[in-house]
DNA sequence: TCTGGGGTCCTAGGACCC
DNA sequence: TCTGGGGTCCTAGGACCC
């Protein structure tokens, strides 16, 4: 048996947490650079607001109507690592799955019910966070069985165990395919034009035929509706393939120094990720982008990669190549509106292969750089000390107008309480 | 004025090996 | 007349997730 626990709009009831006075209200959390919808309270999703939505397109009259707040990563990071430590204390294995979700091992309990209502009530008195749970003998039913849960269908309230439904196939037949986990608007219509469009028709199907037509991933899917456990509890999650660190800029970006200056910081930021995760990069790719939805000028975007003699993960080095890389992407007059470094094939530091003609001790002299960077950083708080080319121009920076003063990760920030 | 960020997996095709 | 068989590796593109 296995759970997925999912907290209920997880960025909105962050910001709800400190702000209970807008238990009730519509919420909406924005992405980067305050752009789109990116999380909406029950309250917010009943006014229509769709996921994704671009803010500034919002009718004025529905903005009057919601508490807005730019999003506040590091606020909601700490939450998420508190949710999961708290479940983690429930079950023998775990899988956590994404910022807000996370699979558990339900192995021998005698009731999966009425323990998974435990987890849901000690959460919400631990950490203030609604959770919603959903109990299966595989993970797309555990999916489906959280997302009807979360829909007010389930007996228990927010725990719904699918093997305890009397009539699951009413459920199935009630299930649009692209309410399937793994299943999007692509692949929805791909089975719809195969005569399959619910749950219940695609449990039904031939899964060696839908190989045929749709490949492995659909196959799957259909053992898993079945019962068939395919996709497995993954306790250690693999090492990163992969690194990337991008942004919209706050605003165009017209000079090259300013350009610089942000893949400086993407630079770093991509390091220290390396770093935490004890990985090296063997390359770079460095790409810039004008404004895609600008039609008065030609789209430009570029990207450039370049190869290391050894795989590294020191900032400076990083730096270096994301810089010298852009500059031949960069053209003058252009307009640049986001840029980012993606390292990719990452390796464990200590097992890349290494280069014959390099200096053993320049190498190490980086690496004992960046610890001494990494522990002064810990000690006395994240960017206390940074590369210099990060501190030129502010049009790169993003912007976030509704940031909510709430954190539980700096010192300075927690409230301060008078008594007369 | 204004449109996010960061991941993973699968498949097909080409190039290469013996 | 007649032209093998079985692999691996890499990459690009397409799709998905939250």
Known sequence: MLALADCNNFYASCERLFRPDLE??????????????????????ALGIAMG??????????????????????????????????????????????IDECFLDLEGSADPTAECLGIVRILRQWTGIPVSIGIASTKTLAKLANRLAKQGRSPDGPVLDWSRLTDPESHLAATPVEDLWGISQ???????????????????????WLRQHLGVVVERLVWELRGQSCLALEEMAPPRRQVRVSRSFGAAVTQWVELRAALTRFATRAGEKLRAQGLAAPALTVFIQTDPFDTSRPFYSNAHTSAFDQPTSDSAVLIHHATQGAKRLWRRGDAYRKAGVLLPDLVPARLGPGDFFADPAEAERGARRMAVLDDINRRFGRDSLRFGGEFVGTTWHRRARLTSSVSTTRWEALPVVRAR
Do not use: H
């Open 186 to 208: 692509r692949w929805g219509q791909r089975l719809r034009a195969l005569g399959i469009a619910e749950a219940l028709a695609l449990r039904e199907a031939d899964p060696k």
């Open 24 to 45: 009730g209200q519509a919420i909406l959390v924005l992405s980067n650079n305050d752009g789109c919808v990116i999380a909406r309270s029950n309250e917010a999703k």
């Open 53 to 98: 939505t671009p803010f500034f397109k919002l009718a004025p009259a529905l903005r009057r109507q919601v508490v807005v707040f730019s999003s506040n990563y590091a606020l909601y990071g700490d939450l998420s690592r508190r949710v999961m430590q708290v479940l983690a204390g429930f079950a023998p294995r775990i899988e956590v799955d994404s």
